[in-house]
């Protein structure tokens, strides 16, 4: 009986280091097929600009995974955002995009425009190297 116990528990070690969705931690995911209407929310009554598919999918494939306290450290939010889904590896997700360059999907995800992103003046990027929390 010892051994069927030893060999569920293994088992089900084996198949959660397998699942689909973990992820190493320094593999990014695959994202595609980005699909938004546009319809821009404004919290904050700045003047938002259009912005393009284009520039959703160089967020997406230049930004890099971040934390909250990465977000809070580094980046600025807008209060202007977008909405849409897109695939992560395969998988259809909702997201939101503040146009600070903050991509909020709903797998528990964020990405966010960063150093290699905000490279010749990107227009959505709020990354700051140098902003630290002072709290």
Request: charged share 15%; hydrophobic share 30%.
């Amino acid at each position: 009986m010892k051994s069927y116990g030893f060999i569920i528990a293994t088992l089900i070690i084996i198949t959660s280091c397998t699942s689909k969705n973990n992820l190493n931690n320094n593999e990014k995911p695959h994202f595609s097929h980005i699909q938004t209407n546009f319809k821009l929310t404004n919290k904050n009554n700045y003047p938002c600009d259009t912005i393009s598919l284009s520039d959703i999918q160089h967020i997406v494939n230049n930004g890099q995974l971040v934390n909250e306290r990465e977000i809070h450290d580094h980046y600025a939010i807008t209060g202007c955002s977008i909405d849409g889904t897109l695939l992560v590896n395969k998988e259809l997700y909702e997201f939101t995009l503040d146009y600070g360059g903050i991509v909020y999907i709903n797998n528990g995800m964020t990405l966010a425009c960063g150093e290699a992103c905000c490279h010749s003046g990107f227009t959505y990027c709020s990354f700051d190297q140098e902003k630290e929390n002072i709290d």
